[in-house]
C-alpha cells in the first residue's frame, strides 16, 4: 500500500472515529485557518509596501496598542517576511487541521497564533466578547487538549513516513499560496480619488462645503479630505485596529471599518466611537491656498 493510500485511509479514519462537536470544531478552525491564509494571498496589498493593508502597517498598528508592542516593534524590520510566514502558516494549519496531520502540532500553533493576535489587535477591546481571537484561541485549545487526551506529548512522528506527511503539507502550502498571488482579488476603485505625491489635492470650487474627496498619500495609504464652513481637515483611511480600509457613511457622518466594525467621528478629530480600537486614525495636514486644498 502506497504512502499516500496510507495516509488517505488515517485521514477518513479520523473523521470517522471522533465525535460530532470535535469533527464541528475541527471543520470550522481549518476551513477558516485556509480562508485566513487565502484572503491574504489574494490581497495584492498585504505583501505590498505602501498598500492599504500592508503588513508592515498592521505591525506598526500592533506596535502602538499591543501590551508587548517592543516585540511588534522588532517585526516590523522584517515585514514581508513575516507576512509569507503568516500565510503558509495558515494554510499548513488549516490542511493538517482537515487532513489530520500532526493534528496536536497543528492544534497547539492554531492556539499559539489566536494568543498572538489577541495580543496584538484585539487585547483592549471591550467587552472583550467583541474580540473573536480568544473565542479562536479557547476552541484551539480545547480541540488541543482532546488530541492531546492522557499522552502528554505532541505527535510531530519523525520516521520518514511522518516526514513525508509533513513534507508534502508544507509543499502544498507553498503551492496554494502561490496559486493565491497568481489570482490577486481586483483592487477597489474609489473614484474621486487621486494621488497626494503633489501637493495639490483638489480645486476648492469642486469641493463644497459639507463635501468629501478622496486620495492617496505618496505613502500609498488612502485618505478623505472633509470640508465645513470652518475650513478643511483630512485623515488616514487605515484603521487603527488592524490595518483595513475604513468607509465614510454620510448620511450616519462616521468613518466605519468594514472589516470589525470600528468607528470613527471625522468631525471630532477622529476619535473612536466604537472599538474594537481606542486609537483615532492619523491627521492629515491640508489647508487652502488659493484655489487649491494642499497638503502641508
Known amino acids: 500500500m502506497s504512502s499516500l493510500q496510507i495516509s488517505l485511509r488515517k485521514t477518513i479514519a479520523s473523521w470517522r472515529t471522533q465525535v460530532i462537536y470535535i469533527r464541528i470544531i475541527r471543520l470550522w478552525l481549518g476551513f477558516t485557518w485556509i480562508y485566513a491564509g ?14 492599504p493593508t500592508y503588513i508592515g502597517a498592521q505591525l506598526a498598528g500592533y506596535a502602538t496598542q499591543s501590551p508587548v508592542s517592543f516585540i511588534f516593534n522588532k517585526m516590523i524590520e522584517h515585514s514581508l517576511l513575516i507576512g509569507i510566514f503568516v500565510i503558509l502558516s495558515e494554510f499548513a494549519i488549516g490542511l493538517a487541521t482537515l487532513l489530520f496531520v500532526a493534528p496536536t502540532t497543528a492544534a497547539l500553533a492554531g492556539f499559539t497564533m489566536s494568543v498572538g493576535l489577541w495580543l496584538a489587535s ?6 472583550y466578547f467583541l474580540g473573536s481571537d480568544t473565542a479562536y484561541a479557547v476552541l484551539w485549545l480545547t480541540y488541543f487538549l482532546f488530541l492531546l487526551g492522557k499522552r502528554r506529548k505532541l505527535d510531530v512522528a519523525l520516521d ?8 508534502a ?7 496554494i499560496s502561490a496559486l493565491g498571488k497568481a489570482l490577486p482579488r481586483a483592487a477597489k476603485n474609489n473614484g474621486s480619488s487621486n494621488s497626494a505625491a503633489s501637493k495639490n489635492l483638489v480645486k476648492i470650487v469642486t469641493l463644497p462645503i459639507g463635501g468629501t474627496h478622496q486620495f492617496t498619500l505618496a505613502s500609498g495609504d488612502p485618505a478623505m479630505l472633509f470640508r465645513t464652513s470652518n475650513g478643511v481637515f483630512a485623515y ?10 475604513v468607509e465614510y457613511v454620510p448620511g450616519n457622518k462616521e468613518l466605519i471599518c468594514p472589516c ?11 476619535q473612536v466611537l466604537a472599538g474594537p480600537t481606542n486609537i483615532p486614525l492619523p491627521k492629515v495636514s491640508v489647508a487652502i491656498k488659493g484655489d ?3 497638503l502641508v
Open 38 to 51: 487565502w484572503d491574504k494571498a489574494t490581497d495584492p496589498g498585504f505583501l505590498t509596501k505602501g498598500g
Open 122 to 127: 484585539s487585547f483592549h477591546v471591550k467587552p
Open 160 to 167: 520518514r513516513r511522518g516526514f513525508m506527511r509533513v513534507g
Open 169 to 175: 503539507l508544507g509543499i502544498t502550502a507553498v503551492a
Open 236 to 245: 488616514s483611511r487605515v484603521c487603527t485596529h488592524q490595518g483595513c480600509v
Open 260 to 270: 470589525h466594525g470600528a468607528t470613527f467621528d471625522p468631525f471630532n478629530s477622529a
Open 292 to 294: 487649491w486644498v494642499v
